[in-house]
């Protein structure tokens, strides 16, 4: 039943160059206790393997035992000798074909930017929720109960760290969790997770200008941006800087028609919002109008320093976002964040599944149904599979990103770097030891936003700011590129969408998209504009996660789905080969034959 790797899946980058782990203290992932026993786990696969193999043809040992179970319950699986039903030894030598080839992977290579080891007071390092000075500089002791238990990874070290209010640390313990279909969480890394901009680099400094640029720009309708004063200024500042990651038009300019979009193919076509975003469709007999609850305009938090640094240390400041009780359609910045401050895991992508099943989408031309005269996909090539797919790669991708912002990153949230822009231009750059670009604190974007608020720092959409977990790389954008890259799959990424809209300025109705592009909206070009609209909605619009978060994020999301696809792949009884094209244009090919 043995299939090798590239039958399974056939991709330019699945595997780069890998060796050790290196995490953001300086330390091999192998020279951490937890890590250690990862990685040991890991090694000893190929013998558990062979005694594997071996106990199915021997009676004298238990399927229990074979399995790792040394249970004596009533309910302990029977003697292996029981065990010749075709069936379910088939299913066994399928698992255990895909472990071996999974765990002959090495952990992939993961470094990061120096930050945590550069700056003692741990300047660029992630430390909301922790306890802090008056000045926001973490504490050195609640700094190193924080870092022990990340060492370790005991649960009675993480009960230890030394708290600065009452919120908690958003789940850091998933990271360490194990998953049984695709490779493992340290498998992942590089190519795909390069280390984060540094905190002082010219890179971080535009993103974070990006960011200052946004917020001002929040409660603007996306088709008000070419005719927007503040728009223009903001596309020709970000369009000046070298390490402006965002899209550019042909002559190499940043237009405002492109501000805050993608770099993936089709996503500076129609548009800001994805279709997905905008047509109606419905849930089994409920219809879905695609309106949302939003947030009123022109309140934003995280404006003066004492909120801040409340919460910086995880303390309530007893505010809460003021309810717009006007239905709309989403129509700028304000609306994609309060989407994503309460949606659902994977809600966007569910959704555009039930579109693409709603309008006829066709499916993936390598689907073995396609051509059958007598059958057609359900729980295996159908809606069915389709749903449970989504939800079951979801959780697998949010593990994924979860090891990478806890046990390799660290990164800090803009908000906590805003907070150093404040030190700085308020005279108390000597209570940092990070010295931040001059792209950032010379530029208009920074004094347009002090022209409003009447403060250096980074304003924010929620009042708690970003969640407490560290920045880099992106839940939402990790769970999005798993779940676009099976929607990929299962569906025709050349199908144009038919009859796009576009969302009037108020967000009451959406009226058709007449532009010269409207015939060139494809289901990848709109699933690839999809993933950007949730994670920048959830970060360069709410202010809470940096450009490069996402990019990343929509990449390793999209190796996740990969693997657990090729993982999945010999399990189907249909034969198949399904192409897709992934994030960077190339073609990933998944097969069971």
């Known amino acids: 039943m043995m299939m090798s790797q590239e039958a399974a899946i056939k991709s330019d980058d699945q595997n780069g160059d890998h060796s050790g782990v290196l995490a953001a203290d300086g330390l091999s992932v192998g020279e951490r206790p937890k890590g250690a026993n990862r990685r040991k786990f890991l090694g000893q696969v190929g013998a558990a393997a062979t005694f594997a193999a071996g106990a199915l043809a021997s009676p004298s040992v238990s399927r229990a035992e074979a399995i790792g179970d040394s249970s004596n319950s009533p309910g302990a699986l029977g003697p292996l000798a029981d065990v010749n039903n075709h069936r379910v030894r088939q299913a066994f030598e399928i698992r255990m074909a895909e472990a071996v080839k999974d765990a002959s992977l090495p952990a992939a290579t993961n470094l990061t930017n120096g930050d945590e080891a550069r700056y003692a007071d741990k300047g660029g390092t992630y430390t909301k929720g922790l306890l802090h000075d008056s000045f926001g500089r973490v504490d050195p002791k609640a700094y190193q109960t924080f870092k022990t238990a990340l060492n370790s990874g005991e649960f009675s070290d993480f009960q230890k760290i030394i708290m600065g209010g009452t919120r908690t640390l958003n789940g850091p313990q998933a990271g360490l969790a194990f998953c049984l279909v695709a490779l493992d969480n340290a498998q992942f890394g590089q190519p795909q997770v390069p280390p984060a901009p540094a905190a002082a680099s010219h890179q971080n400094a535009t993103e974070l200008l990006e960011h200052y640029w946004a917020s001002l720009l929040r ?30 038009n042909r002559s190499g300019q940043v237009t405002p028609d492109l501000l805050f979009r993608g770099a993936f193919p089709g996503e500076t076509l129609g548009p800001y919002l994805s279709q997905f975003f905008l047509q109606p469709t419905f849930f089994g007999s409920q219809p879905i109008g695609q309106q949302q609850v939003t947030y009123l305009p022109n309140i934003d938090y995280g404006t003066n320093f004492a909120e801040w640094l409340d919460v910086q240390n995880g303390i309530d400041t007893g505010l809460q976002n003021q309810v717009d009780r006007q239905l709309r359609y989403r129509r700028n910045g304000r609306d994609l964040a309060a989407f994503t401050h309460v949606d659902v895991l994977y809600q966007a992508y569910f959704t555009a599944f039930l579109m693409l099943a709603g309008i006829d989408a066709p499916l993936n031309p390598g689907n073995p149904y396609n051509d059958s005269r007598t059958e057609n996909g359900f729980g295996s090539f ?84 970003s969640p407490t977990h560290p920045a880099y790389p992106t839940g939402h954008g990790t769970v999005g ?33 007449t532009g010269s592009d409207a015939a060139r909206l494809t289901v990848n070009g709109e699933l690839n504009k999809l993933g950007h609209n949730v994670s920048f909605g959830h970060g360069i619009h709410a202010g809470i996660h940096w450009r490069s978060d996402t990019d990343t994020s929509l990449l390793l999301g999209e190796a996740v789905a990969l693997s657990y696809l090729k993982d999945r792949a010999k399990t189907y009884n249909e034969p198949f080969t399904v192409k897709l094209t992934k994030f960077d244009g190339t073609i990933a090919t998944i097969s069971n034959q």
């Not at 090891?403 to 805003?418: N, S, T």
């Not at 890259?485 to 108020?506: A, H, Q, R």
């Open 219 to 248: 409660d603007v309708a996306f088709t008000d941006y070419p005719s927007n004063y503040l728009a223009a200024l903001a596309a020709a500042e970000l369009g000046s800087q070298p390490t402006y990651l965002g899209p550019r």
């Open 382 to 465: 159908g809606g069915p599979d389709m749903a449970g797919t989504l939800a079951a790669v979801s959780g697998v991708a949010l593990n994924a990103v979860w090891y990478q912002k806890w046990f390799v990153h660290l990164r800090p949230r803009p908000e906590a770097i805003g907070g150093l822009v404040h030190l700085i231009k308020t005279g108390q750059g000597n209570k940092t030891d990070v010295r931040l670009s001059d792209v950032i604190l010379n530029s208009r974007g920074l004094q347009q936003s002090f022209n409003k608020y009447g403060t250096w720092l980074l304003s924010q959409a929620f009042p708690e700011g």
């Open 481 to 513: 590129g798993a779940c676009i890259t099976v929607l990929k799959f299962f569906f025709d990424g050349n199908f144009v969408i038919p009859n796009p809209v576009v969302p009037t300025s108020d967000g009451l109705s959406l009226v058709p998209y």
